[in-house]
């Protein structure tokens, strides 16, 4: 099931306030297009009607247009009155965007880079906090507070189903309440050109049932597991004894490294790249061995290696589920 | 014709060549190039000291020299590169602290881009790791070109004109270009 992301489909609160105001908009909109294009027509019909013989029309520079200015004048209290409304509602919405009751709030930290998404979940146990990139689990119907920090340039967070967009600010934390009523698969993306993948640059929101998420979370924090396999036993020699360990990281290994997604969980993940491609060995390994060819630009070097070598990779990596 | 004239000609001339040299220095090569001269003889590292875990490390099947010393790009990355491996755990921002200083003028292995890169994959005594097998060839050419330019011997065209985060030196293209001296023992170099 490809992840949804659609405005007028909330499936949070916040977003059912937006989308309650997109509502209002466009009904007051519709209304105002409506008057107009009847007084237009009306104006049309009850135009005098004239042909080559007719003396030119001087009515309007000998007498008063008191009746003009009338129909101005209640039209512009009209205008008037439609935009205070459209405004009120506007200030409305964000009252209640505010409101939203956090007690007992999962935290969540989400760090935007060229071209991807660090994702933390902070707790104050350490033992209990992990990091996982390009996708977040939240449960349904408790909020969430994301926190949104910048790596390198401006980056936007939107995830239309659930909330309005929120930058993320090189040296400012931004925070972005939500709260899912509705579990699915909702597709965020990045909404403020950041370089040249700003378009590939996606996120995907799952809303589980508490029960599901709790499961998801404990999964989390488990350590990647020794592998067994001797190929993958071979790929995890490479890992950390080769350029992958430079930049990433995985738990319960000496791969500490925070300049590309943690990769302790990354065969439970469905795409690679920030939702570039779907999660399989042969995307994984045509990824390892040219990331460029996905996303042009991408941080992640190419890797000319021995096909062997790269097969051993992929192994390892589909053990870390 | 006036000489004049012509002489305002070959200025015009001039200024458009010299306009037009400008055009390569932020082209970003966004591929690596797919063939190449066949990866040389592995070299067995002058140094055990290895960032990392000691093991295979991930050998390259195609080796392409991709220095190039007068492109933005490259030594913006150099530069980004040099934060994210930790160069600066031993040499400062070039500075130098437990390992030598990058920003002067003394250069112990040689200033040649050739000699850095086999400085930076080979490792040297008393403290350099090697780097072959951990980090990709590209990169470390993009290494290369931003050490040459903390003391002066890039472009001042293309050097990084700012960090990223705070710098305690100044910005590499206002840095005054310092005459090598190579010190130490002289790998040859192979690339002329």
Redesign the interface.
């Known amino acids: 099931m490809s992840p949804m992301q659609r405005v007028l489909e909330s499936a949070g609160t916040q977003a059912a306030h937006i989308e309650h105001l997109w509502w209002i908009t466009v009904a007051v909109c519709a209304l105002v297009f409506v008057a107009i294009m009847i007084a237009w027509l009306w104006a049309l019909r009850r135009a005098p009607r004239a042909d080559e013989a007719t003396p030119p029309d001087v009515a309007i520079a000998t007498t008063a247009e008191s009746k003009s200015r009338r129909v101005v004048t209640g039209a512009v209290a009209l205008s008037a009155l439609g935009l205070v409304a459209l405004l009120v509602a506007s200030v409305q919405t964000d009252r209640a965007l505010a409101k939203l009751p956090l007690e007992g709030a999962i935290g969540i930290r989400v760090i935007g880079h060229q071209w991807w998404w660090d994702v933390y979940y902070d707790d104050p146990d350490p033992l209990k906090t992990f990091s996982t990139a390009n996708e977040i689990y939240i449960p349904v119907g408790k909020p969430v507070v994301i926190t949104l920090q910048a790596a ?1 340039v401006i980056h936007s967070l939107w995830i239309p189903n659930l909330h309005g967009k929120r930058d993320l600010i090189p040296g400012h934390t931004l925070t972005m309440p939500i709260k899912a009523e509705k579990a699915g698969k909702y597709r965020a993306q990045c909404a403020e050109f950041c370089g040249l993948q700003h378009a590939f640059m996606a996120l995907t929101v799952n809303v589980l049932p508490q029960p599901d998420y709790d499961r998801w979370h404990d999964a989390q924090l488990q350590s990647a597991p020794e592998p067994a396999a001797d190929a993958a036993k ?1 790929g995890h ?2 890992f ?8 990433h990281a995985i738990q319960g290994t ?1 791969a500490n ?1 925070r ?1 590309g997604p943690d990769l302790t969980h990354i065969a439970s993940r469905e795409t690679l790249g920030a939702g570039r491609i779907a999660n399989t060995p042969e995307n994984m390994a045509a990824w390892i061995a ?1 990331p ?2 996905f996303k ?2 991408v941080n992640m ?6 096909k062997a ?1 790269l097969d051993a990779l992929v192994a390892y990596l589909g053990t870390l589920k | 014709m006036n000489a004049r004239f012509d002489i305002a000609i070959l200025l015009f001339a001039a200024l458009v060549a010299a306009l037009l040299a400008g055009c390569d220095r932020e082209l ?1 090569k ?3 190039p797919d063939s190449g001269p066949a990866s040389p003889a592995a070299v067995a590292p002058q140094v055990e000291i ?13 080796a392409v020299r991709t220095f190039d010393g007068n492109n933005a790009y490259e030594m913006n990355q150099g530069k980004k590169l040099f934060r ?2 930790n160069c600066g755990g031993c040499h400062a921002q070039g500075g130098g602290g437990m390992g030598p200083a990058l920003m002067d003028e003394k250069w112990i292995y040689g200033h040649d881009p050739d000699q850095i890169y086999e400085t930076i994959m080979n490792g040297r005594p008393n403290g350099m790791p090697s780097f072959r ?4 060839e ?2 470390a050419w993009q290494l290369v070109a931003y050490v040459r330019s903390m003391s002066g011997l890039a472009s001042k065209a293309a050097a990084p004109s700012r960090a ?1 985060g705070l710098s305690a030196s100044p910005p590499e293209n206002t840095r005054a270009h310092l005459t090598p001296q190579d010190t130490g023992p002289q790998p040859p170099v192979k690339t002329p």
């Open positions: 390198d071979r020699d490479l950390l004894s080769g350029d992958c360990m430079m930049c000496t490294a300049f040219d460029g060819k042009p630009g070097p190419a890797h000319r290696v021995a070598d | 970003r966004l591929s690596k290895q960032p990392g875990q000691s093991g295979p490390g991930l050998k390259e099947t195609v994210w491996y097998g951990r980090i990709p590209d990169q990223d």
